[in-house]
Nanobody, 120 residues
Framework: QVQLAESGGGLVQAGNSLELSCVAS????????MAWFRQAPGEERVFVAA????????YYADSVKGRFTISRDNAKNTVYLQMDSLKPEDTAVYYC?????????????WGQGTQVTVSS
């Protein structure tokens, strides 16, 4: 069982930056691929970014490519999402996820989410 706790959400103006963090409570963090998803009001949860077990491979949704950067620190059991050039359409609850299947983007464990609101 892996527990995930996100932090770093908040209210920010369009064009500015925000960094999300997610800490995992597991002794085997490096065995899990990590990802970020988001869910806007009235919409389904969608994929944002993923990072492989060692961090040498990353994958992004087209909507955030070039603006968001996912990274991880296995010594701290933490994954990050650096969000730059934020847009109002980035407003959503952001969820951290962990799983063993990076290439299949199949994630078994989920955090509670953190709200990101981008004002125009």
């Amino acid at each position: 069982q892996v527990q995930l706790a996100e932090s770093g959400g908040g209210l920010v103006q369009a064009g500015n930056s925000l960094e999300l963090s997610c800490v995992a409570s597991t002794r085997t963090f490096s065995k899990y691929a990590m990802a970020w998803f988001r869910q806007a009001p009235g919409e389904e949860r969608v994929f944002v970014a993923a990072i492989s077990w060692t961090g040498d491979s990353t994958y992004y949704a087209d909507s955030v490519k070039g603006r968001f950067t996912i990274s991880r620190d296995n010594a701290k059991n933490t994954v990050y999402l650096q969000m730059d050039s934020l847009k109002p359409e980035d407003t959503a609850v952001y969820y951290c996820a962990a799983g063993e299947d990076y290439y299949g983007l199949d994630f078994k464990y989920w955090g509670q989410g953190t709200q990101v609101t981008v004002s125009s």
